[in-house]
């Protein structure tokens, strides 16, 4: 028989079980699977109850998150060989809370990723008729890296803060907002900052850095955090300094 | 498409946004939420790191004191500070010095190495590799060393 | 105006500190405390050490290094008894020994150094 891997599932059925379990499953292994084709193999061969997310297989959805042995991945990009000759532990992303089996909650994070108002805010829409707003490949540089999430979630799974705190804005809802205030076209800085200037928001931030280091696309939540404080720390001196500018 | 899914979900996203209870709480009665341990930083090496990080600031504010008590010892006259320079020899005071060196250390190289991420530079519309921001913060910091090294052992 | 949130200026305070302690504490913690007892390297007398330190800019000088160090130190073991431990319920005792004792430092620096001829 071919050579086979053990992969270490978390099952939960809040219907039946007080508090999630752990499953082994042996599964063929293969040198081109990811995690997420192991979990496949298994809801078609082995036991079809067993519930997860996913959908593109490429990482561009950001819908198969979860923790492989104990770390925030993306399972549709993670080979199983990394972890050869196993077991592989699968669990849920962690934090969230757990719907059933390797599923979770994410409201919360939607609601938050809403509340920063992540879109383009305009104190007076131009009209129509004037063509739409330019911008030069310079100003599309300064926010790129923010934009490249993906609402994976990964990084919420990687943030202490975030488990300790529920109400934390988080690392991608923080970054999202930042996107928006270095976006040439956006006047909704002020406004946002409002929202997130308060301890909830990018005060609760200790820079651990975690959520940097298992982002999938590179966009550096952390950083994000921190040039917002230092804008905050700014305009706080800066107001200080001239009062009668505050508007 | 965020709206178009929290309003599927039917979640209220108050103004402000922020305060009160998470959201999440009012769905799914039976859904499982692990309680994040204590202790949760002892049990991954980077966590513990960050901690340590943290923690660096203990011998800062150990150092200061220590210099405060070193400024006293300077106006209370020769005496006073043979005593204090005294102590200094003590084991104690050698190894609590010389841990506390190190953790100091450890916050200059984190905190010089985390920096550029905070600080964006951009010239001429691009922005400024992090490592040249950190060698300029680590050139300065032997620069100044060395400087202070120099007025002290001068005088 | 709305009312001034108060942690952009902690966190400036931090930062600041942060800086300085990174820049200023390893050669003096070297010196002071290991060089000098150790007797790696021969150390000022004490009158010219005492000229030194009591020159006006120097004196401005270790009053910034301790009172900025002090409020790095406040904001960051305030956090990490909060985050470490999970003791956030204690939240006003941490703030008021953290910030307090950050105070009480610059207020004696202050002093010292004042009273430093
Ligand atoms: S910031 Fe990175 S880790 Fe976080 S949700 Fe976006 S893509 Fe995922
Ligand atoms: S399935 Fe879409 S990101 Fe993995």
Known sequence: MAETIKLEVTRYAPERHQAPTSQSFEVPYRKDWVVLDALNYIKDNLDGSLSYRWSCRMGICGSCGMMVNGEPKLTCATFLSKYAPGPVRVEPLRYFPVVRDLIIEMTDFMAKLRSVKPWIIREEEKPLSEGEYLQTPEQLDTYKQFSMCINCMLCYAACPVYGLDPLFSGPAAIALAQRYNLDSRDQGAEERMGILSQHAGIWGCTFVGECTRVCPKHVDPAGAIQQYKLTAAKEWFKSLLMPWGAK | MVQIAADALGCQVKPGGLSGTPSHTAYHPRWYRERVSTYWWLWKWRYLKFVLRELSSVPVAYFVTLTLVQVHALSDGPQAYADFQRWMTHPVFLTLNAISFLFVLFHTVTWFNLAPRAIVVRLRGKRVPEFLIAGSNYAAWLVISAAVAWLILRS | ?117
């Open chain 3, 1 to 117: 105006m709305a009312k001034k949130p108060i942690e952009p200026f902690l966190w400036g305070l931090f930062s600041a500190g942060g800086v300085v302690a990174a820049l200023l504490i390893p050669v003096h913690l070297f010196l002071f405390g290991l060089a000098f007892p150790l007797g790696w390297l021969t150390p000022p007398g004490y009158e010219s050490l005492r000229a030194l330190a009591s020159h006006p800019l120097a004196r401005i000088y270790l009053f910034v290094l301790c009172s900025f160090s002090l409020f790095h130190w406040a904001h960051r073991f305030r956090y990490t008894l909060y985050d470490g431990l999970q003791i956030k319920h204690l939240n006003e005792v941490i703030t008021v020994f953290c910030y307090g004792g950050a105070l009480a430092g610059t207020a004696a620096a202050g002093y010292l150094l004042w009273g430093l001829r």
